[in-house]
């Protein structure tokens, strides 16, 4: 395991299964998807920028979004 593989597959989670539901329900789960959003964007650029560091901010932060 490694942050690099770990990361896009969290990533894919949050995208694939934990946002679909708060699109469902409308303007209510608008304010978790800016925030499911804004860690997605953050993961996506400490990937993009190699920053080792920000990405295991980034998983952590993808991680604790629940279905």
Partial sequence: MSIGT????????????????????GPPGF????????????????MAEGDVIEMIRAYEALKGWKE
Avoid at 33 to 39: E, F
């Fill in 31 to 46: 304010l978790a998807l800016t925030m499911m959003r804004a860690d997605l964007d953050a993961a996506a650029k400490a």
């Fill in 6 to 25: 770990e990361l896009p597959k969290e990533m894919a989670r949050v995208r694939d299964v934990v946002m679909p539901p708060y699109i469902e329900i």
